[in-house]
C-alpha cells in the first residue's frame, strides 16, 4: 500500500551519527564554487547547506519504508526550508530525525512534506530542514 | 556600506554561475544525493523532464553565495528557504547553462536583515520566494 495522509506523523530513528569533518566541508564548498575562507582551514565552518548531506542520509529510512513505497528516482524536490540554530562545524557528531508531515495524493502525484531535524549526540538543536517533495508513482 | 545600516530595497549582489553536468556529478558527490535525475537523461525522461536537471539544492546553495559573500561570515545566516519553481535543465556540453543571482534586501529590523533573492535561467525565474534571513548579531 502506498504512502497516504495516514503516514503523516511517522518520525524514523536517529540516523548514524555523522562526524563533520575539514575534509567534507571542502569537497561541499568546492561543489558550490565556493570560496568562502570560513570553509578553509584547520577548522572550518560548514557552509549553511551542508545540512543537505545529513538530510540525504535521513531521507534513506523514507526510500527503505517499503509500506511507503516510495523510488528516489520518481522524486522532484519542489520546496526547501532551513532554519539554523547553530552553524555546523568540523568535529560536530550530529544525527538527523525525519517525520512526515503532511502527504496529498494527486492522481498518480503524491505531494509529501518532510523534517529532518539534526541535534548533536548530546541533542543540542544545530538545524531543521523542511522540504516538500512530488513522487510520481508509475502506472 | 556595512550590513549594519543597510535599507531595504538596497542591492547586495550578484553572482552569474555556469552549471555543467560535471558540476551535477560533483555536487551529487558531496551532498550524496544521488536521485539518477541529475546525471541520467533516461530517468530524467521517465518523470517527463527535458533532460538532467541541477539538484535544487545546488541551485538554492549557489543562490546563497550571493548572501554570505555580502555578510562575510556564513554563520550569519538563520533561515533559508526557497520554492523549485521551474527545473533547471542542463545540457550534456561544455557550456551548460547560466544561473543569474540578485540580491535585494526585502525587510530589516533590530536583530535580522532578511535578503529575497531572484534566481533566473534562460530568462525564467527557476526558484521562487527564495529568502535568507542573516543575524545582526552575529556580523562584524
Redesign the interface.
Known sequence: MPITDAHVGRTYPPTAPYEVSAAKIVEFAAALSDDNPAYAGDAPTAPPTFVAVIGAAAWDALFADTELDLSLQRVVHADQSFVWHRPLRTGDVVTGVLSIDKVRCRGAMEIVGVTVRLRTLDGEPVADSSSTFIHTRAS | MTVMDVAVGTRIGELT?SLTRA?LV??A?????????HWSDR?AA????DGV?A????T???A??VV??WV????A????????TR?VVVPDDDLGVEVHCVGTVSAADEDTVTVTIVVRCRDEVVLGAVTAVVSRGDLP
Open positions: 554561475v558540476r560533483r555536487y558527490g558531496a551532498s550524496t544525493d544521488f536521485n539518477p535525475i530517468a521517465a518523470l517527463g523532464l536537471i539538484h535544487g539544492m545546488l538554492m546553495g549557489t546563497l553565495r554570505t559573500d562575510g561570515d556564513p554563520a545566516v538563520r533561515r533559508y528557504s526557497a520554492r523549485f527545473p
